[in-house]
């Protein structure tokens, strides 16, 4: 089966608990980049590790997906405040999802048990 890599990038330099969610889907790993303003390196590390996804953190949640579409071209979705939002972007075809801060295993395991139904692996 070939992994989902989903990127976490906080601007509180969190998402521990994100990617333990994610981590605990079969399939899944995640990454979490470590610091201060890590959002804004989303788009980088994503390209970086050819990840699937990428999870942008911060008051508005937009600077990093913002940041992520406008230098790489992954389609993004911003100003998230709930799990069903993220779901619904992933299954439009959002690569990047920019979420207010949540750093919570339930999201974690939900957006990559949606990437999976969207995206089936083999």
Do not use: W
């Amino acid at each position: 089966m070939t992994e989902v890599v989903i990127v976490i990038g906080d601007r509180m330099g969190k998402g521990q608990k994100i990617a333990e969610g994610i981590n605990s889907v079969e399939g899944c790993r995640a990454i979490v980049i470590p610091g201060m303003a890590a959002d804004m390196k989303l788009g980088d590390v994503m390209n970086k590790e050819n990840a699937d996804l990428g999870l942008s953190f911060c008051g508005s949640g937009g600077a990093g997906a913002i940041t992520a579409q406008n230098k790489y071209g992954y389609p993004q979705r911003h100003g998230m405040r709930s799990i069903e939002e993220g779901e619904t972007a992933i299954n439009e075809g959002c690569k990047v999802l920019g979420f207010g801060f949540m750093d919570t295993e339930e999201l974690g395991q939900r957006v990559a048990k949606a990437f999976l139904k969207k995206y089936p692996r083999s």
